[in-house]
């Protein structure tokens, strides 16, 4: 059963937060401000985090940026901010940091669970289609020294893993089934997304740029832009 931590400082959302997830079959947990929250987070290791952005002790964004900075299996945990700042500049700040969704409040219980699910899936191991075996050519992705393995969510460059959110998770997926390619923000969307949703351009240069440094961090550069075009995947040598 997927566990899913809800940080907000009002109880009754957290209550139709709960309830809305509990009976899709989720288990929760509760903080009530961001320093409770991170170190749940960081404790529990949830499947995600839905986040409330105006938080006391530490606002959710602060949150979200110490989550990411956290290391290990915290720092790839995907965040869905639900906050009343329904500005683009918000949500461009909360994908910018680390968020992997935005919804604003007031919000309708059963979108908030189709948008877990949808982020939960971008970064969910694929079963494999014959049964029992270890991973195949076929499961395993490879292109020069970056390797994505679907069956276990696992990326690696040279031998390194990498941590990915579900979203840059799902984008660079997109990007490996057709190295060289040249893709479009509408392309990547569709692939990295699982259910049909309008997403803005700033929205996907966000995570794009995400993805870069993590691999920047490495010395890696395996995304390329082609300004007025979109992106591609390199060689990766």
């Given at each position: 059963?997927?566990?899913?931590?809800?940080?907000?400082?009002?109880?009754?959302?957290?209550?139709?937060?709960?309830?809305?997830?509990?009976?899709?079959?989720?288990?929760?947990?509760?903080?009530?401000?961001?320093?409770?929250?991170?170190?749940?987070?960081?404790?529990?290791?949830?499947?995600?985090?839905?986040?409330?952005?105006?938080?006391?002790?530490?606002?959710?964004?602060?949150?979200?940026?110490?989550?990411?900075?956290?290391?290990?299996?915290?720092?790839?945990?995907?965040?869905?901010?639900?906050?009343?700042?329904?500005?683009?500049?918000?949500?461009?700040?909360?994908?910018?940091?680390?968020?992997?969704?935005?919804?604003?409040?007031?919000?309708?219980?059963?979108?908030?669970?189709?948008?877990?699910?949808?982020?939960?899936r971008r970064g969910a191991p694929v079963p494999?289609?014959?049964?029992?075996?270890?991973?195949?050519?076929?499961?395993?992705?490879?292109?020069?020294?970056?390797?994505?393995?679907?069956?276990?969510?696992?990326?690696?460059?040279?031998?390194?893993?990498?941590?990915?959110?579900?979203?840059?998770?799902?984008?660079?997926?997109?990007?490996?089934?057709?190295?060289?390619?040249?893709?479009?923000?509408?392309?990547?969307?569709?692939?990295?997304?699982?259910?049909?949703?309008?997403?803005?351009?700033?929205?996907?240069?966000?995570?794009?740029?995400?993805?870069?440094?993590?691999?920047?961090?490495?010395?890696?550069?395996?995304?390329?832009?082609?300004?007025?075009?979109?992106?591609?995947?390199?060689?990766?040598?």
């Amino acid at each position: 059963m997927p566990r899913v931590l809800i940080v907000d400082d009002d109880p009754a959302i957290r209550e139709v937060v709960r309830f809305a997830l509990s009976r899709a079959g989720f288990d929760t947990l509760e903080a009530a401000d961001g320093a409770a929250g991170l170190a749940a987070a960081r404790e529990a290791a949830p499947d995600l985090v839905v986040l409330d952005v105006v938080l006391p002790e530490m606002d959710g964004t602060e949150m979200c940026r110490a989550l990411r900075a956290s290391g290990g299996v915290a720092a790839a945990i995907p965040v869905l901010f639900l906050s009343s700042r329904d500005d683009e500049v918000d949500r461009i700040v909360g994908l910018e940091i680390g968020g992997d969704d935005y919804l604003t409040k007031p919000f309708s219980p059963r979108e908030l669970v189709a948008r877990v699910r949808a982020v939960l899936r971008r970064g969910a191991p694929v079963p494999p289609a014959q049964p029992a075996s270890p991973s195949t050519a076929e499961e395993m992705m490879r292109h020069g020294r970056l390797a994505l393995d679907p069956g276990m969510a696992r990326v690696t460059w040279d031998g390194r893993e990498v941590a990915l959110t579900a979203t840059e998770f799902g984008l660079l997926r997109t990007l490996l089934r057709r190295p060289g390619r040249v893709l479009n923000r509408d392309a990547l969307m569709d692939g990295a997304y699982t259910v049909e949703r309008v997403v803005s351009d700033r929205t996907i240069d966000s995570h794009v740029r995400r993805l870069r440094a993590k691999f920047a961090a490495l010395g890696a550069a395996p995304v390329e832009t082609l300004p007025g075009f979109g992106y591609r995947l390199g060689s990766c040598d």
